[in-house]
Nanobody
Framework: QVQLVESGGGLAQAGGSLRLSCAASGLTFKTAAMGWFRQAPGKEREFVAAINWNGGSTVYADSVKGRFTISRDNAKNTVYLQMNSLKPEDTAVYYC????????????????????WGQGTQVTVSS
């Protein structure tokens, strides 16, 4: 059974930084592409960032490009999201996701391409 556990969320001021972590178990982590999505109140879940199986390829939403960095440590079965220059509009619940089917080792940007999800961690950015 795949388990993804996010941590590192919290309250930050605009311009500040937070680092999210997602610990994975129950899957062959080193071969799975991973992603981060977020959902703000009243809005649909949206793609934030994704990373391929070995960290050699990453993709970002335009809204976070240049401010957020996704990375992974396959020895620790963990994926990270470093969030800098935070803005109030970054406030959302952030979800970690794993590709567990199809072309599972490559990056993807659609929710439907990710088969396993974490419970989410709240990020709140105050102005």
């Amino acid at each position: 059974q795949v388990q993804l556990v996010e941590s590192g969320g919290g309250l930050a001021q605009a311009g500040g930084s937070l680092r999210l972590s997602c610990a994975a178990s129950g899957l062959t982590f080193k071969t799975a592409a991973m992603g981060w999505f977020r959902q703000a109140p009243g809005k649909e879940r949206e793609f934030v960032a994704a990373i391929n199986w070995n960290g050699g390829s990453t993709v970002y939403a335009d809204s976070v490009k240049g401010r957020f960095t996704i990375s992974r440590d396959n020895a620790k079965n963990t994926v990270y999201l470093q969030m800098n220059s935070l803005k109030p509009e970054d406030t959302a619940v952030y979800y970690c996701a794993a590709r567990t089917g199809g072309n599972y080792y490559n990056t993807a940007t659609k929710s439907a391409d990710f088969g396993s999800w974490g419970q989410g961690t709240q990020v709140t950015v105050s102005s």
